[in-house]
């Protein structure tokens, strides 16, 4: 019983050091007649470990009986755009490249993952979308970046 106890909170740690996904609004793109519409969702992601950055994405969502179940498996096209929303400081030393958010596309094996980049000679965070599967991933992709003031660095580790 404490083995199960302890992998819980274990779970719980590496979670909270992801972000978090806030729903900012959807379009819908498709009528379905029964279950929810097809659609577009746009989603707020603020970066756990960079203080004054949040990510938008879009992506589509599956509606149907398939989709409302939480069955289907959405599209691998997503855009991100990420911004300075405040002052920029950090929580810590950060990675070369790191992935900071990953959400399920499917039931089983598709993710939508976010990954930073630094990109120290420039001084600026650059933010990486894309779908991957257990097998096989997708090339479909979408890059943003981030400039930080010259007189603020990047702590890298």
């Keep these: 019983m404490k083995t199960s106890g302890w992998l819980a909170a274990a779970v719980l740690v590496a979670i909270s050091g992801m972000a978090q996904a806030e729903n900012i609004g959807s379009v819908d793109t ?32 599956t509606g149907g ?26 929580n810590g030393q950060l990675r070369q490249q790191e992935e900071v958010f990953n959400q399920s596309l499917s039931i089983l094996f598709k993710k939508l993952r976010i990954v930073r980049m630094v990109d ?12 991957d599967k257990l097998v096989d991933g997708s ?5 943003t970046a981030v400039p930080v003031d010259r007189a603020v660095s990047i702590p890298l580790r």
């Design 30 to 61: 498709a009528f379905k007649l029964i279950g929810p519409d097809h659609k577009v969702v746009v989603e707020a992601y603020d970066d756990p470990k960079v203080n004054g950055v949040t990510c938008y994405v879009s992506r589509a969502k």
């Design 139 to 143: 090339p479909k992709n979408s890059v």
């Design 120 to 131: 120290a000679k420039r001084n600026a965070l650059v933010y990486l979308t894309y779908s």
């Design 65 to 90: 009986i398939s989709g409302g179940l939480g069955l289907a498996e959405d599209k691998s096209e997503a855009s991100i755009a990420c911004r300075q929303v405040g002052p920029i400081s950090f």
